[in-house]
T-cell receptor, first 112, second 113 residues
Framework: KQEVTQIPAALSVPEGENLVLNCSFT??????LQWFRQDPGKGLTSLLL?????REQTSGRLNASLDKSSGRSTLYIAASQPGDSATYLC???????????FGPGTRLSVLP | DVKVTQSSRYLVKRTGEKVFLECVQD?????MFWYRQDPGLGLRLIYF???????EKGDIPEGYSVSREKKERFSLILESASTNQTSMYLC????????????FGSGTRLTVV
């Protein structure tokens, strides 16, 4: 059974720093991986979707990488801003399933 | 933009009531999903559907049922609400092929008293 972990559980950084969030999964037979952002009390907003054949995806200040063989993905946020404060979740979809398995999330605080 | 709309942001219901949570998507997605999210437990899959009138149990289906009579609408039903069903409920949808990701609704915070 696929298990997804995220490290760290919480992170606090000053504004302007570059930072990396980590996601690990136990079964490397994945179809794709998706990163989400969740603001308190709200739904999940999709940030990036990486297919298993891809190494990375970029959107603005965000860059997500995927190393399928080692079961890892990272989300890199450049020049962090207070508006980036949220919980970031990664989710993986296996080769034989239609539903994603979610990690517990990393709660990010960017201090002005 | 794909929209997934959940009918209520906040609901308060009494123990034993029958509760309906509605989810509607406007992009002709084949797949729809219901999750609940609880502190310390993360997102857990309740039910999902690949097509109209089709449903599959997720990891925690007990105490819930679903209905998908039309492609765009997926309803979660709590047959007899209990206090341990107090939670954030999240609906998601996606295209049928595995290469697409999820789009989520804004969530329904359900409190059962």
């Amino acid at each position: 059974k696929q298990e997804v972990t995220q490290i760290p559980a919480a992170l606090s950084v000053p504004e302007g720093e570059n930072l990396v969030l980590n996601c690990s999964f136990t079964d490397s037979a994945i179809y794709n991986l998706q990163w989400f952002r969740q603001d308190p009390g709200k739904g999940l907003t999709s940030l990036l979707l990486i297919q298993s054949s891809q190494r990375e995806q970029t959107s603005g200040r965000l860059n997500a990488s995927l190393d399928k063989s080692s079961g890892r993905s990272t989300l890199y946020i450049a020049a962090s801003q207070p508006g980036d404060s949220a919980t970031y979740l990664c989710a993986v979809r296996g080769n034989y399933g239609q539903n994603f398995v979610f990690g517990p999330g990393t709660r990010l605080s960017v201090l002005p | 933009d794909v929209k997934v709309t959940q009918s209520s942001r906040y609901l308060v219901k009494r123990t034993g009531e029958k509760v309906f949570l509605e989810c509607v998507q406007d992009m002709d997605h084949e797949n729809m999903f219901w999750y609940r999210q609880d502190p310390g437990l993360g997102l857990r899959l309740i039910y999902f559907s690949y097509d109209v009138k089709m449903k599959e149990k997720g990891d925690i289906p007990e105490g819930y049922s679903v209905s998908r009579e039309k492609k765009e609408r997926f309803s979660l039903i709590l047959e007899s609400a209990s206090t341990n069903q107090t939670s954030m409920y999240l609906c998601a949808s996606s295209y049928g092929t595995g290469s697409y990701g999820y789009t989520f609704g804004s969530g329904t915070r359900l409190t059962v008293v």
